[in-house]
């Protein structure tokens, strides 16, 4: 427009340079960036991960311990958590601290004095260009290359020998659905277990299930005891009507005892679907 040797764009490049989708290194980088974050900052506080004290989810996502003690603590009304806090918080499923890992990972300094985590085996920088895994329920940190290397001759932790089995060897930040799927069904078999992503024993689940079996001999009595009423409701039904010496009048009362039996079973056929439906629902 002013001599400098510049070109005007038409509209329909401008329209098709917007309308292109992102190419394959284009996608990498965006992967790579987003990884990079959830390496370095705490997603429930947005402050930087403190490498000495990490905690992970059964999914294998970094948090620092103070910001999930902090979600899990109840606070006062002067000191409540923001919005957007308690929603990334209940996303994530954590319920008690049975339900993260505490991370021992190794870290070393470079030249410029900073820290970054290595893996204690190869050596090599952990990170987002570095796939890691841990062990439950130690928390030791390793490469995942390292660790299959180890795995594949023994189950023992490289650092404190403690013995793990293949499952509890949990993939730090995946984003391979199949890898997730399988971490989703390991929580979800622990759970039959009644224990929770630590190993350690899952209280709330101990609970629900005594609940179930409360309720299930509850009704199992409340069944008996139904009977036991049905028969005795017969009995002086009988003994009613044999007392009555008027046919018509015998047998009008008959009818009406009939009736209330009825509303009564009904009753209690509908009492029973509502506790049946309460159950399952736990």
Known sequence: MGNDG?????????????????????????????????????????????????????????????????????SSSDSALPETQEAEFA????????????LNITTRTDEKSRLFATCPVSMKELGPATKAVYVVPCGHVFAEVAMKEISGTEKQCPECSAAFQ??????????DEAEIEKLANRVDKLKTLGLAHSLKKDKSAGRKKRKADDAKEGGANEEAGEKEKQKKSQKEKNDISSRINNPMTASLTAKVLAEQEERTKRRKMVDNFKKAEAVRSL
């Open 91 to 102: 996303r994530t499923g954590i319920k008690t601290l049975k339900d993260v890992i505490k």
């Open 6 to 74: 510049g070109s005007i764009p038409k509209r329909r490049e401008l329209v098709r340079e917007a309308a292109r989708l992102p190419n394959t290194s284009e996608l990498k980088a965006t992967a790579l960036e987003s990884l990079t974050h959830a390496w370095t900052m705490c997603p429930l506080s947005d402050t930087p991960l403190d490498l000495s004290n990490i905690v992970s989810d059964w999914r294998g996502r970094l948090y620092n311990y103070e910001s999930v003690l902090q979600c899990l603590m109840p």
């Open 166 to 175: 293949e499952r509890d060897v949990i993939p730090i930040l995946s984003t």
